[in-house]
C-alpha cells in the first residue's frame, strides 16, 4: 500500500498531519526557505504527542549542502538528541563542492543515527549526475530517498523518478517530493511507479493580530501549517 508523509513544521502541524490519514512526518522548522532542523523542545513535544513515526529533518541552514566541521557537529548532535528521545530516523543530505554526494561525511551522519532510519532529501537533486548520486546514496545504506527528479517539482520531475525507481529496485526507496497534492498525486503514482510520497499539505493561516503592524518588517502575516483536510485528501487518493 502507498505511502504518505507529511513535512510538518510545528506541532500543531505534526498532529493535523496524523488526524488526517498520514503515515509518517518529517519533522521541520522553516518550512519557507525548505526546511531547517527543529527544536529540541519541539521534537521532545512532537515525540511525546504523536503517534505515527517522526523523522527529523537535518539541516543547519538555508542555502547549499556543502557545510563547515562546526555545522557537521551541530548536524551529530541534533542526530544524537533525535536517537536519545526515540524519533524513528532522520533526513540527512551533504554534498561536497563538485557537487557530488559526501560519502565521507554523510557516513559519519548515518554512523550517529544508530538504528534509526535514514532518509536522504533532497539535495540529491543539486547533484551533477542524479544516476551516480542514487548508487552513492545506496553505497551509503539509507533507506529512502526524497526526490523531485532534479526538478522543481515531482509532477515535472516524473520521467526522471520513474528511471530512478527502475535503477533503483528493491535496494531503496524512492520518494518523490516537490509540489504534490491530491490532484496530482495519481499521475506522479502512474508515472513513476513510486509507493511513496512527500507532501507539505499546507496552508497559511491569517495573522492572528487584530489590526495589523504599524510597519512592515515582514513578520506579521500568519503561520504556515499543515491542514488536515489536504492530508485527507492525498491520502484518500493514494488509496483509491
Known amino acids: 500500500m502507498a505511502q504518505l508523509e507529511i513535512a510538518a513544521n510545528s506541532l500543531a502541524s505534526a498532529l493535523a498531519a496524523q488526524q488526517g490519514g498520514a503515515d509518517r512526518i518529517e519533522l521541520c522548522g522553516a518550512l519557507e526557505v525548505g526546511g531547517l532542523t527543529p527544536s529540541h523542545a519541539l521534537i521532545a513535544l512532537a515525540r511525546e504527542q504523536v503517534r505515527i513515526p517522526i523523522h527529523v529533518l537535518i539541516r543547519p541552514r538555508a542555502g547549499d549542502f556543502v557545510y563547515s566541521e562546526h555545522e557537521l557537529t551541530a548536524m551529530l548532535r541534533d542526530i544524537e538528541h ?14 561536497d563542492a563538485d557537487g557530488s554526494i559526501d560519502k565521507a561525511r ?40 526524497l526526490t523531485s527528479g532534479g526538478q522543481a517539482s515531482a509532477l515535472a520531475g516524473a520521467a526522471t523518478i520513474g528511471a530512478l525507481v527502475q535503477q533503483a529496485g528493491s535496494r531503496i526507496r524512492v520518494m518523490p517530493g516537490g509540489g504534490i497534492d491530491a490532484a496530482n498525486v495519481g499521475t506522479i503514482r502512474a508515472q513513476t511507479a513510486a509507493e511513496e510520497f512527500h507532501a507539505s499539505a499546507k496552508r497559511v493561516l491569517p495573522s492572528r493580530m487584530r489590526d495589523g503592524p504599524l510597519i512592515d518588517l515582514g513578520m506579521s502575516g500568519g503561520e504556515w501549517r499543515t491542514d488536515v483536510e489536504q492530508v485527507r485528501a492525498l491520502a484518500a487518493a493514494l488509496r483509491r
Do not use: K, N, Q, Y
Not at 533525535?82 to 554534498?95: E, N
Open 106 to 145: 554523510c557516513r559519519d551522519l548515518i554512523g550517529a543515527a544508530g538504528p534509526a532510519g535514514v532518509t536522504f532529501h533532497r539535495a540529491f537533486d543539486t547533484t551533477r549526475d542524479l544516476s551516480a548520486a542514487l548508487e552513492d546514496v545506496i553505497a551509503l545504506g539509507c533507506e529512502r530517498l
Open 82 to 95: 533525535c536517537v536519545a528521545i526515540g524519533c524513528d530516523g532522520v533526513v540527512i543530505g551533504v554534498l
